[in-house]
Nanobody, 115 residues
């Protein structure tokens, strides 16, 4: 059974930081491209950051320079370090694992940026 379990979300003030984690089980983690997506109320789900098996990364323009994605293959975990958070970063953040046409999603973790 494949599971992606996100953690680390919560309420933070503007300018603050959070670190999201996604622990994977039931997959051969190191062959999967991992990504973080987010969905705000009334908006489509969007890619925030991705990291492939070679550890090459890509970011949405809106988070470039503020967010950092990383992976620890020994722990089957992908991270998203989020700094300088803004109210517009408020969303449910989802972990995604993808290889070829197969993909899995986590259940999501809420991030709220508000004073």
């Amino acid at each position: 059974q494949v599971q992606l379990v996100e953690s680390g979300g919560g309420l933070v003030q503007p300018g603050g930081s959070l670190r999201l984690s996604c622990a994977a089980s039931g997959i051969v983690f190191n062959i999967y491209t991992m990504g973080w997506y987010r969905q705000a109320p009334g908006k489509q789900r969007e890619l925030v950051a991705g990291i492939n098996t070679y550890r090459a990364t890509n970011y949405a323009d809106s988070v470039q320079g503020r967010f950092t994605i990383s992976r620890d293959n020994a722990k089957n975990t992908v991270y998203l370090q989020m700094n300088s958070l803004k109210p517009e970063d408020t969303a449910v953040y989802y972990c995604n694992a993808r290889v070829m046409v197969t993909e899995y999603w986590g259940q999501g973790t809420q991030v709220t940026v508000s004073s």
